[in-house]
């Protein structure tokens, strides 16, 4: 199989070919002056992510997991069209999502944000942030717009009149209902959901992941569901893929994968779940990952994850290993896999 193991198949709607995203991070103010002044600035390139294959089932839901800054939120908006990728593409129905100006070519794919606030504009009534996506594209005219946003808003459990309010009189959870309705109101086939439950409490969070599984179900949606939280990623997710500073370095069926890890990342972010006895509420175990992501701006050669794995020889500092299928739908990027 090649690099990053596709497993192609006829069912698949998203294929992600090598994508790689790299970009400059600003200058700080001491260097903007510096550079001002006409000293020369080092000239720096962020990996976020690093040459990536994976494909995503036709109404499947897929996991995408990895510790903050590994390239997960990138690599989601690679897919969903939002920034093009520096190498590779990203396709559904084989058709690229960007075209060669690095343009979004199809409304297919939407995303939902974790800030539902931030996401929406303080200053327009829910029903017209609903309905301009829907009417620029043409999928609804001015004179029905009324009647489709109220579909939209009772879709996600929220009244027809919520149209005529604005961002703030809703609260967390109600945006982010509301930020979902905009999405759906495109008629997308896929959903690229980044940490969509992350600035929501607890109680709330429970309902927003129910209410994607009953859109799942109702309209046969698929959906890339981006966490750090491995709880809600095995509750939600068919299959999960692993992250780690901008590569996949495990895939496969969730359960499976959450009951024998064969990647020594997996393993170490399951074992640093914190796991409580349920009567007492006492912490039984709590097993940190030991040392910290290096920086993608200068990522170790060989594999990523070789300066913190205990598995570490000579060959896994200096060859990258590729994601290979280990049988039973899995895979993983691993020259000594548990
Ligand atoms: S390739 Fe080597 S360093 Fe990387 S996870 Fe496997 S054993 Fe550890």
Redesign the pocket.
Request: net charge positive; aromatic share 14%.
């Given at each position: 199989m090649s690099e990053g193991g596709s497993f192609k198949d006829m069912n698949q709607i998203i294929t992600v070919e090598n994508v790689s995203k790299r970009f400059s991070p600003r200058l700080s103010f001491g260097e903007k002056i510096a550079a001002r002044l006409g000293s020369p600035i080092e000239t720096r390139t962020v990996h976020a992510v690093d040459g990536v294959s994976f494909a995503i089932r036709k109404g499947e839901v897929l996991g995408l997991v990895g510790e903050s800054g590994c390239g997960k939120s990138t690599l989601g908006r690679v897919i969903a069209g939002i920034h093009p990728p520096s190498a590779g593409a990203a396709s559904i129905d084989s058709a690229p999502v960007m075209n060669a100006a690095g343009r979004k070519t199809t409304t297919r794919i939407q995303m939902v944000f974790q800030d539902p606030f931030a996401s929406l504009d303080p200053r327009i009534r829910i029903g017209e942030t609903i309905s301009e996506g829907p009417i620029a594209h043409n999928l609804v005219s001015s004179a029905e717009a009324k009647a489709y946003v109220a579909r939209w808003l009772t879709a996600v459990g929220l009244p027809a009149e919520a149209a005529e309010r604005f961002p703030h009189q809703f609260s967390g959870g109600q945006r982010q209902r509301v930020a979902i309705a905009r999405a759906l109101a495109m008629q997308p086939d896929v959903l690229v959901c980044d940490e969509p439950v992350a600035s929501l409490d607890v109680s709330i969070q429970a309902q927003i992941i129910n209410l994607f599984l009953k859109l799942r179900r109702e309209l046969g949606l698929t959906m890339l569901f981006i966490s750090h939280d491995l709880g809600i990623v095995r509750h939600i997710s068919d299959r999960i893929a692993v992250m780690y500073l901008g590569r996949i370095?495990e895939l496969g069926p969730t359960e499976a994968v959450y009951a024998a890890p064969q990647?020594?990342?997996t393993r170490a972010l399951l074992d640093s779940v914190p796991k409580f006895v349920t009567d007492a509420d006492e912490l039984v175990s709590f097993k940190p990952i030991e040392g910290e992501l290096p920086s993608p701006l200068s990522p170790p050669k060989?594999?990523?994850?070789?300066l913190r794995?205990?598995?570490?020889?000579a060959?896994?500092r200096s060859e990258r290993?590729p994601l290979d299928e280990q049988g039973g739908e899995r895979a993983v990027?691993?020259?000594?896999?548990l």
């Open positions: 370095v990647h020594p990342y060989g594999c990523h994850f070789n794995c205990p598995k570490a020889e060959r896994c290993p990027a691993c020259h000594f896999p």
